[in-house]
């Protein structure tokens, strides 16, 4: 890879320069209390900040937020993701209360070497995710003026060819920070020669967004395992009912032909936790796959399909999971993820778990985050390199 990377900025010598930090500091908020449930991201990119706070450099951090429309918008505040980030460096972080106005000019002309400011909500500016190249270039063009040298360790946004993760690169010295080279190094370890049986666990709740992966995966895996939402459309597709469960009706012929081109490679559940409502007190059932009532939904997968999962899993020597298999928020319906989760960690196979949903379920479900190979910051990032897709953050970074 032709990529430079923190430590050949580090050689060079970062003391008493501006590093502008892209990092995804894209967290869960609690709905009611705005306070952060997943700390996973920000404690990922510790070990770049830290790295460059030792050396003595003005470290400029910037980051997304949910998916505010251009504007700032209060919900989607990065202040408590300062906080936090100032409690886990053990210093405090200096917060702009703009992105690219008179706060944050001010906050970095204000940093001492070894100092930290964290940007408001990238997001905020219309020019960050804007189609228009002009327009993101205005916007690039006033975050590079923070930074004598931009590191990029926003491994969950390199899908994204926005100004903060592909434009502003083409501005200044660039490098990949410590997380976006391990992401990298882990997940090309999948694409190259895994060490086989190499299986794959899909879950989530649409077909539509694994539909590139499944296709990329398919003859590169030895089997694939779908549980999740998902798993009922391709029930579907197999001809039986799935009463109200999550059902992606156009896609059920494209999971027909998936299907039929797998070389039974493909494993799908065999029973389910069916309720009679959306809701963590719905009264709940397991059935077999072919006895799911008209007016019930399934919400997780069954025992035993639990137990072939995990017999699948337990003979691999390479493993990608990516999607919860039921809600696993709920109580009732999260003995499926569990049991997944569990059956990874005690394989004798290298494990990777990919991002968001799957990443948080670990760490909700209390499991051992030791006990997997890796844990990726990245959901869509993840599953975008293993389609094989060129990632505009990480093609910047080779320029
Ligand atoms: C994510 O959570 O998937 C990343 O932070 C990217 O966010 P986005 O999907 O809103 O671009
Ligand atoms: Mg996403």
Redesign the pocket.
Known sequence: MSIRTLDDLLAEGVSGRRVLVRA?L?VPLDKQSGAITDDG?IRAVLPTLGALVEAGAKVVVCS????PKGTPDPQFSLSPVAGRLGELLGAPVHFATDTVGDSARSTVAGLADGQVALLENL?FNAGE?SKDEAERAAFADQLAAFGDAYVDD?F??V??K?ASVYDVPARLPHVAGRLVLREVEVLSKLTSEPERPYVVVLGGSKVSDKLAVIEALLPTVDRLLIGGGMCFTFLKAQGLEVGTSLLEKDMVETCRNLLERSGGKIMLPVDVVVADAFAPDAAHDTVRVDGIPSHRLGLDIGPETVAGFAAALSQAKTIFWNGPMGVFEMAAFAAGTRGIAEAITKADAFSVVG??DSAAAVRALGLDESSFGHIS?????SLEYLEGKTLPGIAALEN
Not at 64 to 67: A, D, E, S
Not at 377 to 381: F, L, Q, R
Request: glycine share 32%; net charge positive.
């Open positions: 995804d894209n991201r997304h937020l949910g998916r997001r995710t926003a969950g946004a899908h994204r926005h991002g968001g910051t990245g959901g869509g990032a």
